[in-house]
C-alpha cells in the first residue's frame, strides 16, 4: 500500500537536545512538506520541498532544519534554537505543489520534558 | 484579522441533519482544499477544487471565486462524520493557508 510513515508517533525531547523527526513516502511524490499544529490554530507550513537536494523555509522555520537527499525522505529536525516545540507535527506529499492534493502522514507528538 | 475564516468553530448535530461549515478568505486565490481531522490527528484530504462545486459521496463542496466563498456540505449526517474540517487556501503563486477548523459533533 502506498502512503507515507512518520515515525515516532511520541517524542520527548531535553532541554537544549535536538530531535529528528522521521517522514517516508513510497507514493513517488515530487513535493513534500512539514507542518506544525498547536491547539486552536491553523496549521503552518514549517519546510517544504519540491525536488530532491532543494527545499524551501516556511512561515515558521526558526529551530528547524531539513534534508531531502532521497525522494522518498523527508526528515525533520528540531534544534534547541526552538523554543517551544512541543506541538503536533505532520508531514504530507503531493505530486508536484501546494495546488495539488496533499496526503498526510499519522503525525509525530512532540513533548518537552 | 486570518486571510481565512472558518465558520461555525464548533457544531453539534443529531443523526441525520445537514449540515454546511462555511470558508471564507480575503485573498486572491488559485485553488482551495477541504480537509478532516480525526481524533487521532491524521488528516485526509476531501476536495481541491478551484471553481463550482464538487461531490463525493455525501460531501458537497462548493466554491463561489466572486465572493471568496467555500461551502462544505454533509447530508445525512453520522456520528462518524465527527471530526475537524479544516479549510484551506493557494494564493496564486503562493503556499497554502489553513483555516482554525471546525470541531463538528454528531450525536446519535
Known amino acids: 500500500d502506498g502512503g507515507i510513515t512518520q515515525s515516532p508517533k511520541y517524542l520527548f525531547r531535553k532541554e537544549g537536545q535536538n530531535v529528528t523527526l522521521s517522514c517516508e513516502q513510497n507514493l513517488n511524490h515530487d513535493a513534500m512538506y512539514w507542518y506544525r499544529q498547536d491547539p486552536g490554530q491553523g496549521l503552518r507550513l514549517i519546510y517544504y520541498s519540491q525536488i530532491v537536494n532543494d527545499f524551501q523555509k516556511g512561515d515558521i522555520a526558526e529551530g528547524y532544519s531539513v534534508s531531502r537527499e532521497k525522494k522518498e525522505s523527508f526528515p525533520l529536525t528540531v534544534t534547541s534554537a526552538q523554543k517551544n516545540p512541543t506541538a503536533f507535527y505532520l508531514c504530507a506529499s503531493s505530486i508536484a505543489g501546494f495546488q495539488e492534493t496533499q496526503y498526510f502522514g499519522p503525525g509525530t507528538r512532540l513533548l518537552v520534558l | 484579522k486570518n486571510e481565512v475564516e472558518q465558520s461555525p468553530q464548533n457544531l453539534t448535530a443529531q443523526e441525520g441533519e445537514f449540515i454546511t461549515i462555511n470558508c471564507s478568505y480575503s485573498?486572491?486565490?488559485?485553488?482551495l482544499h477541504w480537509l478532516q481531522q480525526h481524533p487521532g490527528g491524521g488528516i485526509v484530504s476531501l476536495f481541491m477544487?478551484?471553481?463550482g462545486k464538487k461531490k463525493h459521496g455525501r460531501l458537497i463542496a462548493t466554491i463561489n471565486i466572486q465572493e471568496k466563498h467555500s461551502s462544505l456540505h454533509i447530508t445525512a449526517s453520522h456520528p462518524r462524520d465527527s471530526a475537524v474540517y479544516i479549510c484551506?487556501?493557494?494564493?496564486?503563486?503562493?503556499?497554502?493557508?489553513f483555516g482554525e477548523g471546525t470541531q463538528l459533533t454528531v450525536n446519535p
Open positions: 485573498v486572491g486565490i488559485s485553488a
Open positions: 477544487l478551484s471553481s
Open positions: 484551506a487556501v493557494v494564493a496564486s503563486g503562493s503556499r497554502l493557508t
